[in-house]
């Protein structure tokens, strides 16, 4: 009995093994397609602070600006509970693969973006790694508060495959509260990619 136990035990780890291992990343992944703004209108994680606080999230705006050296500045805007919204800054460094990165100062020690048309949405997928805990989370960016089926589709379907299930997962209200906290760089310069690019009302 303790042996079937075993086995089985193994068998779910290796499987949660090869579906992490598995993580697709964009085909021909250009960063500089996928800078501006983006709304993150689906999340699925097996963090606990996230599954204890998805009810009460609304809906995050991201924005990312590709860095001359291949980082992405990503600065993201979660509304408060107050009416007000919390500016995150911080750098995803550039991995050995396009469409691949990692951002040890928040413990993401593998960020990929498995799917997107650009235009429209991207799926992206976070491993963290804190101490001896590890999650994995998924997230759906689109350029519009919307939720866009393509994308939610293609989560839904890569969700399983990094062991999670729809019942950790939370569709985000939408909330316009860090609208005036991020805003597109300056028209004149749509695709920014200098260290010093000037990000405005921010």
């Not at 495959?161 to 509260?177: C, F, H, I, T």
């Amino acid at each position: 009995m303790l042996q079937t136990l075993l086995i089985s035990s193994l068998l779910v780890l290796l499987r949660m093994s090869l579906g992490w291992a598995q993580v697709p990343i964009q085909d021909n992944f250009d960063a500089v397609k996928f800078q501006g703004i983006w709304y993150i209108v689906g999340a699925v994680s097996d963090d606990q602070s996230f599954q204890d606080s998805k009810d009460d999230m609304k809906m995050p705006m991201v924005l990312v600006t590709l860095l001359a050296n291949g980082d992405l500045d990503v600065k993201f805007g979660y509304p408060t509970p107050d009416g007000g919204c919390q500016k995150i800054d911080t750098t995803f460094s550039k991995g050995a693969v396009d469409g691949q990165f990692s951002n040890p100062a928040m413990a993401q020690i593998d960020i990929r973006v498995p799917f997107t048309d650009y235009k429209n949405f991207a799926v992206v997928y976070f491993e963290t790694q804190k101490g001896d805990m590890r999650n994995v989370w998924l997230q759906l960016y689109v350029r519009v508060p919307e939720l866009f089926p393509e994308g939610a589709q293609k989560m839904q379907l890569l969700a399983p495959r990094v062991g999670l299930n729809p019942s950790q997962g939370a569709m985000l209200p939408k909330s316009d509260q860090c609208a005036a906290v991020l805003s597109q760089p300056p028209k004149h310069n749509k695709w920014c990619v200098k260290a010093s690019c000037d990000v405005h009302s921010l």
